[in-house]
Nanobody, 116 residues
Framework: QVQLVESGGGLVQPGGSLRLSCATS????????MCWYRQAPGKERELVAS????????DYADSVKGRFTISRDNAKNTVYLQMNSLNLEDTAVYYC?????????WGQGTQVTVSS
């Protein structure tokens, strides 16, 4: 069974940092575009960041540009999201996502709460 397991979420103060990880298994990770989405209470799920198969190309939502960095390790089948300068608006459940053609795979999410 395909698995995407996020970790690294938690409670952090404004201005702090967190690093999310998404460990995957049972699919060809290196052939999938990987993404991080988030969903805040009462809001729609939004794309935060994406990274190409090779890792050479990344894209970010305007709201996180310059603060978040997505990366991947194809040898470890893992994608990361380094989040710096966190603010209250970053509070959400963060989801790992893998895309290839019609395939659209999701993790269970990890909670990130930014609060003083």
């Amino acid at each position: 069974q395909v698995q995407l397991v996020e970790s690294g979420g938690g409670l952090v103060q404004p201005g702090g940092s967190l690093r999310l990880s998404c460990a995957t298994s049972r699919f060809s990770f290196r052939n999938y575009v990987m993404c991080w989405y988030r969903q805040a209470p009462g809001k729609e799920r939004e794309l935060v960041a994406s990274i190409s198969i090779s890792g050479d190309s990344t894209d970010y939502a305007d709201s996180v540009k310059g603060r978040f960095t997505i990366s991947r390790d194809n040898a470890k089948n893992t994608v990361y999201l380094q989040m710096n300068s966190l603010n209250l608006e970053d509070t959400a459940v963060y989801y790992c996502n893998a895309k290839r053609g019609l395939a659209d795979l999701w993790g269970q999410g990890t909670q990130v709460t930014v609060s003083s």
